[in-house]
């Protein structure tokens, strides 16, 4: 079962929120060679994406003997956001094709001020 963590972005700033995995005894998950993916939708049933981080487009960093998921993104990147809620998870992908939700939430938008 996926953890439930929910998080803002301050708009126009670079972000870094990090996913530790671990096992019930708190030891390190090894995720060497795993990938990753997260999108975030106004709602669960809509189609429209309102972020989608991978590590093959460099937002997501899968850190394989820490067991650490990091989500990256730069200040042009977290400006260019539109949205002001939505929910999210974040799913790794084994080297043999096995899917695993490991998080999953409510991302907030704090909208920038400065410009």
Request: proline share 2%; aromatic share 6%; glycine share 6%.
């Amino acid at each position: 079962m996926a953890a439930t963590y929910n998080f803002t972005i301050d708009q126009g700033t670079t972000v870094s929120i990090q996913w530790a995995y671990r096992t019930a005894a708190n030891a390190v998950i090894d995720l060497t060679s795993y990938t990753a993916r997260l999108q975030a939708r106004p709602t669960v049933s809509r189609a429209v994406t309102v972020m989608d981080a991978t590590t093959a487009n460099g937002q997501l960093v899968v850190t394989g003997a820490t067991g650490v998921v990091t989500l990256s993104l730069t200040a042009t990147q977290s400006a260019a956001l539109d949205f002001n809620s939505a929910v999210y998870d974040l799913e790794i992908v084994s080297p043999a094709g096995v899917v695993t939700r490991l998080v999953q939430g409510t991302v907030t938008l704090s909208r920038e001020v400065t410009r």
